[in-house]
């Protein structure tokens, strides 16, 4: 492998990864789908960032503070948060 081509494949390789980084997955939002949430509450209880909150019955992500650990995704018992 020449010079030029090590350098072209890194060059790639690294556009690549912040390509990966910075694609529309980064900025995707939780769902609540309403037709599942039974507002038990379970996932405010464990957001780490009070980015959850019951109103009415159904749970409501503040995206403002959504870190998007997915906690609420794993605790929710009707898999309504996605």
Do not use: S, W
Not at 13 to 39: H, I, K, Q
Not at 59 to 79: K, M, S, W, Y
């Amino acid at each position: 492998m020449t010079r030029f081509t090590k350098l072209f494949f890194f060059a790639a390789l690294g556009l690549l990864v912040f390509a990966a980084c910075e694609g529309p997955l980064a900025n995707a939002m939780l769902t609540v789908d309403t037709t599942r949430c039974v507002g038990c509450g379970e996932c405010e209880d464990v957001c780490p960032y009070d980015a959850i909150e019951v109103i009415d019955g159904d749970a409501v992500i503040d995206p403002g503070l959504c870190h998007q650990c997915n906690r609420c995704v794993e605790v929710c018992p009707e898999g309504a948060i996605y």
